[in-house]
């Protein structure tokens, strides 16, 4: 490749989905990644009908389906004997895909990156140690064989990005009290094909399908938990979690076949004050996480990777003080949205991770609130936010009575399927 116009620094799913959506505007993209393969980690598996939107444009839905990926009809909270507590029915939403998608997270990098447009090169192996400057903005990247100037730099490099860092942006991040112990389940007998989190007296268990009979577990434990212990500690301790939620009785035998084999993840929620400095734009992780209770990190790293190349395209040119307009439009947009949807994520989080009666309350008044259900989902499935009001929220609790409680929200019948408002 001669000389890139842009380098995206980090080759996950925000990476590469930048890359494809910059790359399709004609634009000569460079991804670099520190790793020589991708790591085989639990996480990034589940795709809303927001990002299926984008994807399906892109080419990378009809290239997952065929590799088996699994559609997931509804994401239900469930009480620890597996009955329903609330049910978000994905096929009611106004969307061209109205469903999840589940697939690992190296088979959604690969569909991604056989997506990529002919002017995107994907270099492994590579660290970026440092942007490099040009009057007062960023204008590359330094690498140990040498230095890339680029017209625009995408930071993509994760929840610690050293490019972050390295452009005076600042993330404040708060890791929840708790981790999240993720177990490959192999060989399961057929379960509803639904992504369902359990709420138990030990905290969330959280399960969804995987192709091939496989069924991804994430079990919340305290962060020394599972630390040092032995064969048969590991067993006592799976028969505390199985008896502690009966509605996991049918991946008993899996579990107990499977818990060598586990990885436990730290669980943190993080949002930079600023999405964007000269020269430089942030997407995924490097800019914001969320508690996966609520499948909706990858995603929003999605939508960034499309809304920076909406900007860019709006600019018409890699200029650079045209590129630096673009930003502040991509930071304006992005940081709205991202803002609403941690706080989203982090109260789903709450109803399910913690005893407490406010928590408890809202997921059951949630669940028989068919108009608040239809905002929530809305907002989690990607198709666009909506916000609730102040009194949505004493009727979530069920502290006011909703007289609209059994009617969808007005919206919905002048929403268009496969055109979702933002």
């Keep these: 490749m001669s000389a890139p116009d842009v380098v995206v620094c980090g080759a996950g799913v925000a990476g590469l989905a930048a890359a494809c959506a910059l790359g399709r505007l004609g634009q000569r993209v460079l991804v670099l990644d520190k790793q020589p393969v991708p790591a085989p980690v639990a996480k990034g598996e589940v795709l809303q009908p927001g990002s299926l939107a984008i994807l399906h444009d892109w080419g990378v839905t009809g290239r997952l389906e065929a590799a088996g990926a699994v559609r997931l009809s509804r994401l239900v909270a469930r009480a620890a004997d597996g009955s329903p507590r609330m049910v978000l029915d994905y096929a009611r939403l106004p969307a061209a ?32 140690r440092g942007p490099l400057w040009s009057d007062g903005r960023v204008a590359g990247v330094r690498c140990d064989d040498g ?41 399961v007998a057929e379960l509803e094909p639904d992504f369902s989190a359990y709420v138990t007296e030990g905290g969330l268990r959280l399960r969804y399908p995987l192709p091939g009979r496989r069924v991804r577990l994430y079990v919340q434990v305290a962060p020394d938990e599972l630390r040092g212990i032995g064969p048969d500690g590991l067993r006592a301790w799976a028969d505390r979690v199985l008896d502690g939620c009966a509605g996991l009785a049918p991946l008993a035998p899996s579990l107990r076949a499977g818990l060598e084999h586990r990885q436990v993840l730290p669980v943190s929620r993080s949002s930079a004050r600023t999405l964007v400095a000269p020269g430089i734009a942030l997407v995924g992780e490097s800019g914001h996480s969320v508690h996966p209770m609520a499948a909706q990190g990858m995603n929003s790293a999605i939508a960034d990777a499309h809304e920076l190349a909406a900007v860019v395209r709006q600019g018409g040119t890699l200029a650079a003080a045209v590129v630096d307009h673009a930003l502040r439009r991509y930071d304006d947009a992005r940081r709205r949205n991202l803002a609403h949807i941690g706080r989203t994520s982090h109260n789903a989080a709450r109803m399910i991770t913690t005893r407490s009666w406010a928590g408890r309350r809202a997921l059951a008044g949630t669940g028989r609130n068919d108009r608040i259900r239809h905002e929530v989902m809305h907002t989690m499935s990607g198709l666009g936010v909506r916000r609730l009001t102040p009194l949505d929220r004493l009727h979530q609790i069920e502290l006011l009575p909703d007289p609209r409680a059994a009617r969808l929200p007005a919206w919905v019948d002048r929403a268009v399927p496969g055109d979702p408002a933002r």
């Design 97 to 128: 895909q109205p469903w999840l998608l589940a697939h690992d997270y190296q088979s959604i990098l690969a569909a991604l990156t056989d997506a990529l447009p002919e002017g995107v090169e994907v270099r492994r192996g590579v660290p970026v």
């Design 147 to 187: 230095d890339i100037p680029a017209k625009l730099v995408v930071a993509a490099d994760g929840v610690s990005s050293r490019l972050r860092t390295a452009a005076g942006l600042s993330a404040h991040r708060q890791d929840y009290p708790h981790r999240l112990a993720a177990f490959e389940l192999h060989d």
